[in-house]
């Protein structure tokens, strides 16, 4: 059952998704809105799992952390390995931000937040090759990022 | 730069940005009056850059979601930029990684079904400028996604 927007509501989530601190009284400023008004219209997304949560962004440079990899991951003999185990597994690690399992040339999508190359080798080769089931293995360096507001304009 | 507190401080908040500055002070082990000195400082340097909400594109509808690496033209010295310039306008589009690897490009997509998607596909992806090749992956679950780091 999925919700339905109108204007407003996209501009909240718009307002929302650059600064999810911003409280009822300047989203209802912006949005043309009273305080409770606006308030309520948050509620409501917030209730219907429209507004997801918070995600912190921090410098991850600046934080010691300067190389991200996305790893491509296939499973070697597929069918006899045991998905929830590879899962639990890949999970665990802490230096992985993202598992996501997916349908095409790979079984997986992991994003990877290492120190440094060397550092990124080690999970690699420590941490990653390790992983009970893992086949073939694709790794890209992230040059740059950025996040779109998607359909919400 | 850092010391241990501001670190604490920073893996709490990583693992739980919903709580509170009061759950959050207790966690870190600092009074709320530290967390907020140390909280303004992290983001006077910069090191915090903001909160985003989340939003869960399944709730407004949005039932696919694609992974999709791009293999640019890379004799065409505009390539990146106007690759990167037309993805800007797709409205589906939610993500734009570039790389160094075998990957030059990567987009998150989003559509409402499959017959949404086939759409987006035809319209708006194949008509991306300088691609020599492009790979599909379709979203079946996120089973972990953070941004806690290892600190």
Same mark, same amino acid.
């Given at each position: 059952?999925?919700?339905?927007?109108?204007?407003?509501?996209?501009?909240?989530?718009?307002?929302?998704?650059?600064?999810?601190?911003?409280?009822?009284?300047?989203?209802?400023?912006?949005?043309?809105?009273?305080?409770?008004?606006?308030?309520?219209?948050?509620?409501?997304?917030?209730?219907?799992?429209?507004?997801?949560?918070?995600?912190?962004?921090?410098?991850?440079?600046?934080?010691?952390?300067?190389?991200?990899?996305?790893?491509?991951?296939?499973?070697?003999?597929?069918?006899?390995?045991?998905?929830?185990?590879?899962?639990?597994?890949?999970?665990?690690?802490?230096?992985?931000? $993202?598992?996501?399992?997916?349908?095409?040339?790979?079984?997986?999508?992991?994003?990877?937040?290492?120190?440094?190359?060397?550092?990124?080798?080690?999970?690699?080769?420590?941490?990653?090759?390790?992983?009970?089931?893992?086949?073939?293995?694709?790794?890209?360096?992230?040059?740059?990022?950025?996040?779109?507001?998607?359909?919400?304009? | 730069?850092?010391?241990?507190?501001?670190?604490?401080?920073?893996?709490?908040?990583?693992?739980?940005?919903?709580?509170?500055?009061?759950?959050?002070?207790?966690?870190?082990?600092?009074?709320?009056? $530290?967390?907020?000195?140390?909280?303004?400082?992290?983001?006077?340097?910069?090191?915090?850059?903001? $909160?985003?909400?989340?939003?869960?594109?399944?709730?407004?509808?949005?039932?696919?979601?694609?992974?999709?690496?791009?293999?640019?033209?890379?004799?065409?010295?505009?390539?990146?930029?106007?690759? $990167?310039?037309?993805?800007?306008?797709?409205?589906?589009?939610?993500?734009?990684? !570039?790389?160094?690897?075998?990957?030059?490009?990567?987009?998150?997509?989003?559509?409402?079904?499959?017959?949404?998607?086939?759409?987006?596909?035809?319209?708006?992806?194949?008509?991306?400028?300088?691609? !020599?090749?492009?790979?599909?992956?379709?979203?079946?679950?996120?089973?972990?996604?953070?941004?806690?780091?290892?600190?």
């Amino acid at each position: 059952m999925s919700v339905d927007l109108d204007d407003t509501d996209r501009a909240i989530l718009r307002l929302l998704a650059a600064d999810a601190t911003l409280g009822a009284a300047p989203i209802g400023r912006a949005v043309g809105l009273t305080q409770p008004a606006a308030w309520r219209r948050i509620r409501r997304l917030t209730d219907a799992g429209v507004i997801a949560g918070r995600r912190v962004v921090v410098d991850r440079a600046a934080l010691g952390f300067g190389v991200t990899v996305f790893l491509g991951v296939r499973l070697a003999a597929k069918g006899r390995i045991d998905l929830e185990t590879f899962e639990r597994a890949v999970t665990a690690i802490p230096e992985v931000q $993202t598992v996501q399992h997916v349908l095409g040339r790979f079984d997986y999508r992991l994003r990877i937040v290492a120190r440094d190359i060397p550092d990124f080798e080690r999970i690699l080769r420590r941490r990653i090759m390790t992983l009970p089931g893992v086949g073939q293995v694709e790794a890209n360096v992230v040059l740059s990022e950025e996040r779109r507001p998607g359909p919400l304009g | 730069m850092l010391d241990d507190t501001d670190r604490r401080i920073l893996r709490h908040l990583l693992a739980d940005p919903q709580a509170d500055n009061a759950a959050l002070a207790a966690r870190a082990g600092v009074t709320a009056a $530290t967390l907020w000195r140390r909280l303004d400082r992290l983001r006077d340097r910069g090191v915090l850059q903001g $909160t985003e909400a989340r939003i869960d594109w399944r709730a407004l509808g949005y039932e696919v979601q694609v992974s999709l690496r791009f293999t640019l033209d890379k004799t065409e010295p505009r390539a990146f930029d106007a690759f $990167t310039a037309a993805a800007r306008d797709v409205p589906e589009v939610t993500e734009i990684q !570039t790389f160094l690897g075998s990957v030059d490009i990567r987009l998150s997509v989003i559509a409402r079904d499959m017959a949404h998607w086939q759409q987006i596909w035809r319209d708006r992806i194949l008509a991306l400028p300088h691609v !020599t090749d492009i790979e599909p992956l379709m979203l079946v679950a996120t089973i972990k996604d953070t941004a806690e780091l290892a600190l």
